[in-house]
């Protein structure tokens, strides 16, 4: 090459090339996950692109006219040939998957001049499906190791790209050569990939990223730690390839990305109590017990962070912790979690108001009536479900969904109201509950705008699931106006009123790892308790109590901004855990929930405060 085509500065590439800045990726997925040193997998190839990996590693050695596999030349294998762990392979899925794109990274070990040739000839089965400048394939092919200098790229044919670690010395034709730019991550810093990348730090590494943006090329960083945190760290930058040794654990994470971060669109505001009640010792005429289903600390605390900071339960300056295991599991199931803090004894999971024996307990609800006070359940899931029906019915198995719900026939409960109207058609002896409901002066209601605007003071209201499906799905303000209807209903009752509200899908979000459900169904929720807290400030007499059965989904948060309104959480586990819950309270005998307690306790404490003399 003549000197007059000496090296070039970036800026005249660029101009010269017509190249823009690639704007950052911003929704990762598993296509944008390299499998490095794959070769050295129990199954190579297979684990990668099974996984949906975008990107996969092999180093080659020139053997007797073949290219072998190996990371080393003590390694090579006759059975582990290119052809044999890759091309072969490779045929038969692309040709069986026509949507597939993926980049086959081969690194030269050494003698670029005898590896080339050998990938030019091997390959040629693939040519079909090669990606490069005017022809859209699938398949692209990046060399990298000890590629060939720059003068020497333009040799090869179009469908061979290189990878390097440098932008110097190229002119325009040279690096339009170029596929990939890699960088070893210890050029910039050394980290052991905990924690998180201080501001030095992140502008040294992101100036590295935009030089290779800038020019119009993706950039990888090999030697880079290989964990969560480090993985989080390569998107927050905006890399482009995402490598690892951990196939599983990073497609796994790149996977559940879209339902694991959430980003909320605007901040709700909250209300700010008086505190003039709260920590008093005096009666307590109202208490309102609002229990967030699945709802730990870590839910808390996300909604806390999308909301930009404020909480309405994060008002509340009582706070204690309940313990929930079962009487048969260290890990409590909705029923067996209910039983506990209705009733006030463990039981074994799926046991709803019975003891371990199956023998029937009294709830906080039938205590309240005892005591002349007004009641009310009200959820967002079906009547029948674990923790509503803790309050009225009596059954071993929670699945028990029809004889349940003719238990509520016999409940003192003034105000229903939930989903489920099927598990209350079915007839017993000729009648179904809701016939039986309506011999007890009860009005069935159907329409939630009928169940807010009827003054009759015996309700069960029986919802479709369209009217509770989730918040996200466009639920409404169905939990705080209920609430509301509630309190204005009952708020002059002689004797007071019990309620209990639950925030339940807290819960499915949990179960299903969906970020965005926790916390749209945590706020809603969240709302509720700010228009207790507002109800208990005018009144002056009611007691405000927020906990949980059990945490769900075992959430980490991993990443947020409590300005921006963003988190990202990790779930460990579709299923509950046995993390203790947080219990806050409001209002007078607020501090008899300190501490850390059985969640027995919590009825002990209500019950006590049911039955104190005026």
């Known amino acids: 090459m003549k000197k007059s085509t000496t090296l070039i500065t970036m800026a005249a590439l660029l101009a010269s090339a017509g190249l823009t800045a690639n704007a950052q990726v911003k929704n990762y997925t598993v296509a944008d996950a390299h499998s490095h040193n794959d070769y050295k997998n129990n199954i190579p190839f297979y684990r990668a692109y099974e996984k949906g990996f975008g990107s996969i590693e092999a180093d080659c050695y020139a053997v007797n006219g073949q290219l072998m596999v190996a990371h080393d030349k003590k390694e090579i294998d006759a059975k582990r040939s290119l052809k044999i762990l890759y091309i072969d392979p490779l045929i038969e899925k692309l040709k069986r998957d026509p949507q597939r794109h993926l980049r086959l990274l081969i690194e030269i070990k050494e003698d670029h001049k005898a590896v080339l040739p050998l990938v030019i000839k091997e390959l040629k089965p693939l040519e079909q499906y090669f990606a490069y400048e005017g022809h859209p394939g699938r398949l692209s092919i990046v060399m990298t190791g000890a590629v060939p200098p720059a003068a020497e790229m333009t040799n090869y044919p179009a469908w061979i790209s290189f990878d390097v670690d440098h932008m110097d010395g190229f002119t325009p034709e040279q690096w339009k050569k170029v596929g990939l730019v890699s960088f070893p991550f210890g050029k910039y810093m050394h980290w052991n990939g905990k924690g998180v990348l201080n501001n030095e730090e992140i502008a040294r590494i992101k100036g590295g990223i935009d030089s290779v943006h800038n020019a119009g090329k993706k950039i990888r960083f090999w030697e880079t730690p290989d964990t969560k945190s480090s993985w989080l760290a390569l998107i927050r930058l905006g890399v482009d390839v995402i490598g690892t040794d951990k196939i599983e654990e990073l497609g796994d994470f790149l996977d559940k990305k879209p339902k694991s971060e959430y980003t909320a669109p605007q901040s709700y505001a909250v209300y700010k109590p008086t505190y003039k009640s709260d920590g008093t010792v005096k009666k307590v005429k109202n208490i309102i017990l609002c229990i967030g289903d699945g709802m730990g600390l870590s839910q808390i605390y996300s909604t806390y962070t999308a909301n930009r900071g404020q909480l309405n339960i994060f008002q509340m300056l009582n706070i204690g912790f309940s313990v929930t295991n079962s009487a048969d599991a260290y890990i409590t199931d909705s029923a067996a979690g209910a039983t506990a803090f209705a009733s006030g004894q463990k039981t074994n999971d799926r046991a709803v108001g019975v003891d371990p024996s199956g023998k029937p307990l009294k709830s906080l609800a039938d205590y309240s009536a005892e005591a002349g006070k007004k009641t009310a359940d009200i959820v967002v899931c079906e009547l029948t479900d ?214 027995t306790e919590i009825f002990n404490k209500i019950k006590a405060l049911l039955q104190q003399a005026e």
């Open 386 to 599: 674990a923790t509503p029906a803790a309050f009225y019915a009596h059954d071993p198995e929670r699945s028990h969904s029809t004889a349940i719900a003719n238990q509520i026939t016999s409940s003192p409960i003034d105000i229903f109201l939930g989903s489920a109207y099927k598990d209350f058609i079915w007839p017993v002896n000729g009648e179904s509950p809701i016939d039986k409901m309506k011999k007890r002066g009860y009005t069935i209601i159907r329409n939630f705008n009928d169940f807010l605007n009827s003054s009759s003071p015996k309700i069960l209201a029986l919802m479709d699931d369209s009217v509770t499906r989730p918040k996200m799905e466009g639920r409404g303000n169905y939990l705080p106006l209920a609430f509301n209807k509630v309190t204005q209903a009952f708020k002059n009752a002689p004797n007071g009123f019990f309620m209990m509200i639950e925030g339940s899908q807290i819960d499915h979000g949990g179960h299903a790892n969906n970020l965005k459900q926790v916390i749209t169904e945590n706020s809603d929720f969240d709302r509720v308790v700010g228009d207790a807290l507002k109800f208990a400030d005018e009144d002056g007499e009611t007691l405000v109590i927020v906990t949980a059965d059990h945490e769900t989904g075992g959430l980490t948060l991993l990443d947020g901004s409590i300005n921006n309104g963003y988190v990202w959480g990790d779930f460990s586990t579709n299923d509950h855990t046995g993390t203790p819950v947080p219990v806050f309270s409001y209002g007078p005998h607020s501090l008899d929930f300190r501490g850390v307690y059985s969640n």
